[in-house]
């Protein structure tokens, strides 16, 4: 999917005060979808944030994984290591018209 007003975040280390904000670099690269959607969730760059899972549920095993930086402006984990995702949301903003 292309756009140039996406971008993914973190809470480091689960603390709300110390966020990082990563907006997306190359539009033609910001969102894809996996046609296996009971492995993979949205995927963010190329591959800079990979929501995966074998059992079709991201807390229950460490599958996901944030591996590099193209795409998006900041690395929004500090290690490569795999991990589950205990909860993700994700957002369409329309502009309204007047």
């Given at each position: ?18 966020p990082i904000l990563s907006r997306v670099k ?73």
């Amino acid at each position: 999917m292309k756009t140039n007003k996406s971008f993914i975040f973190s809470f480091k280390d689960g603390n709300l005060q110390n966020p990082i904000l990563s907006r997306v670099k190359k539009e033609n690269e910001a969102l894809w979808y996996a046609l296996d959607k009971d492995k993979y969730g949205p995927r963010f760059g190329f591959d800079v944030f990979v929501m995966k899972s074998g059992v079709s549920d991201f807390t229950q095993d460490k599958l996901s994984q944030c591996k590099t930086n193209i795409g998006y402006e900041n690395h929004i984990r500090t290690t490569n290591d795999r991990f589950s995702v205990t909860d993700y949301e994700v957002f369409k903003v329309v502009k309204k018209s007047i």
